[in-house]
Every structure is written in structure tokens, then in C-alpha cells.
């Protein structure tokens, strides 16, 4: 009893040093180690590294303006809409999809190939928003990497090349894990986001089934954590029927996101 007293005393004080904040998705107060005007520093130093190697970006303006203007829709929609956001198209194989703090987002052409509509894309899109409003990729990085580090590369002018390169930092970035708990507010926010967007929320459920069937060896950031597959689908299922049965209107898109992304990919 006494120790969890003391615990707590003591994670009021570190609140208090260091700064909680209330996580928008979840309504909780979340210890945080880094203000969150920090994250936009991180994430405009890392993208371009990520995007260096992950490939570069697709060099077609009508696939990226067509991502880019999915993933605003969602944004703009979400519990952040003044961040700035920005969804790029990265031309690697792998299936994959990531977020950096602060707003930018990647999709893979490995796993653009495997969607067929925009209501998927915007699944996609939306879990990583999701993942950027509640700062989990925030915590992530401070907890898997270390946010000495990080800001270290941040803030001087020279990269800590003695302990890790920029490089491998990035790598440690791409390969981020999660929380079973962040994934699951980051599937249940995210289908609030793209419902509330406009689009079908079957497209989560579509996408989810999709990545069960994936064999790669690189891990896709939203299985990291393997929440049990049946459970994820049970739980977005459950959301769909209680909360966003009326479907009338909700957008799919089959052909558009065959116009602007699979046959731009195919040229
Ligand atoms: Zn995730």
C-alpha cells in the first residue's frame, strides 16, 4: 500500500517535471516525456531518412496527390486537424504502412498493390493518424530508442555517429513496436475517423483480413504486436454493428483507388 502511495507521489512529481497529457482517444492522462511541439521537430528530421531508405518517393504525381488527399480527408476529421499532415507513397516492396509524431505518414507500394478500395486505404490511413493524434508514436520512440537520443539528433549539429548513425535510427523508426492496447484504440479510432470521413468501415475490416494472410519476414507495423486476429476482427465488427450500422452513403471506391493507384502503378 505504502509503495503504491509512493509510486503514485512520485508520478505526480514526474507529471509535473515532465508533463502529462490527455490522450484525446482514450480520455486518460498520459505520461509524456517530450512536449508535443517536439514531435514535429522529430518528425521533420526523420522523414526525409525514412523516405531515403524506404525506397524514395513513387515519382507519380496522381498516385501521391491521390494518397495524400485520403489521408486528409481522415486527418482533417480527427482529434488533431491542426497538425500538419502529410501521406506519402514509398516505392518498397514490403507491405507496410508507418507513422512518424507530428503527422507525416507512409505506405508502402507493397502494400498499395494489396488494397482494392479507397474505404481500405483510409483504414490504412487512419490507424496511423489515430496512432499520431494519441502520441503513441511519441511514447514508442521514447521508450524503444530513447528520447535523449533522439532529440540529441534533433537539436545539435552534429548526429550522435558514436553510439548510432541516422541511419540506424531510422531503422529502429520503421521497425517500431506498439502496444496490444495502442493497437486496438488505434483500429477502433481509426474507424471512427474514416466512418466519420465518409467511408465504409468494412474497408478495416477487408484490410485486416488482407494482412492475416501476409507471410513476410519483415514485421507489418500493424501486426507488431499480434493482437489475436480473430479478436481484432471480432472487436471492429462489434464497433460496426453497434455503432456504424447505417452504411447509406459511406464510400468504397473501388474504381477510383483502381484508377489512381493500381493502374498508376502498373504504367
Ligand atoms: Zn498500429
Known amino acids: 500500500m505504502r509503495k503504491k502511495l509512493a509510486l503514485l507521489i512520485l508520478g505526480l512529481f514526474f507529471c509535473l517535471f515532465t508533463g502529462c497529457a490527455v490522450n484525446p482517444i482514450t480520455g486518460e492522462e498520459e505520461l509524456m516525456l517530450f512536449p508535443e511541439e517536439q514531435d514535429i521537430a522529430i518528425g521533420r528530421q526523420y522523414a526525409p531518412e525514412i523516405e531515403k531508405q524506404m525506397g524514395g518517393r513513387?515519382?507519380?504525381?496522381?498516385?501521391?496527390?491521390?494518397?495524400?488527399?485520403?489521408?486528409?480527408?481522415?486527418?482533417?476529421?480527427?482529434?488533431?486537424?491542426?497538425?500538419?499532415?502529410?501521406?506519402?507513397?514509398?516505392n518498397d516492396k514490403s507491405v507496410n504502412a508507418f507513422a512518424l509524431p507530428g503527422g507525416a505518414v507512409f505506405v508502402t507500394k507493397g502494400m498499395l498493390e494489396k488494397l482494392d478500395s479507397e474505404a481500405q486505404l483510409a483504414a490504412i490511413l487512419s490507424h496511423e493518424v489515430t496512432h499520431i493524434v494519441a502520441r503513441d508514436v511519441s511514447n514508442a520512440m521514447s521508450n524503444q530508442i530513447g528520447i535523449n537520443l533522439l532529440l540529441s539528433a534533433v537539436t545539435s549539429e552534429k548526429t550522435p555517429q558514436s553510439i548510432l548513425t541516422?541511419?540506424?535510427?531510422?531503422?529502429q523508426i520503421v521497425g517500431l513496436k506498439y502496444s496490444r492496447k495502442d493497437e486496438m484504440e488505434a483500429d477502433l479510432g481509426g474507424l471512427h475517423y474514416m466512418v466519420k470521413a465518409g467511408y465504409n468501415p468494412h474497408g478495416m475490416v477487408e484490410t485486416m483480413q488482407m494482412l492475416q494472410n501476409q507471410n513476410q519476414i519483415r514485421p507489418i507495423e500493424f501486426l507488431s504486436s499480434h493482437p489475436s486476429p480473430e479478436n481484432?476482427?471480432?472487436?471492429?465488427?462489434?464497433?460496426?454493428?453497434?455503432?456504424?450500422?447505417?452504411?447509406?452513403?459511406?464510400?468504397?471506391?473501388?474504381?477510383?483507388?483502381?484508377?489512381?493507384?493500381?493502374?498508376?502503378?502498373n504504367k
Open 232 to 265: 481484432r476482427i471480432a472487436y471492429l465488427m462489434e464497433a460496426i454493428q453497434t455503432k456504424y450500422y447505417n452504411l447509406a452513403g459511406l464510400k468504397i471506391a473501388k474504381e477510383d483507388y483502381y484508377q489512381s493507384v493500381l493502374s498508376q502503378l
Open 58 to 90: 513513387i515519382p507519380d504525381p496522381v498516385l501521391q496527390n491521390y494518397v495524400d488527399s485520403v489521408g486528409q480527408n481522415v486527418a482533417r476529421v480527427s482529434h488533431k486537424p491542426y497538425l500538419e499532415y502529410s501521406f506519402v507513397a514509398l
Open 166 to 171: 541516422i541511419a540506424d535510427l531510422t531503422q
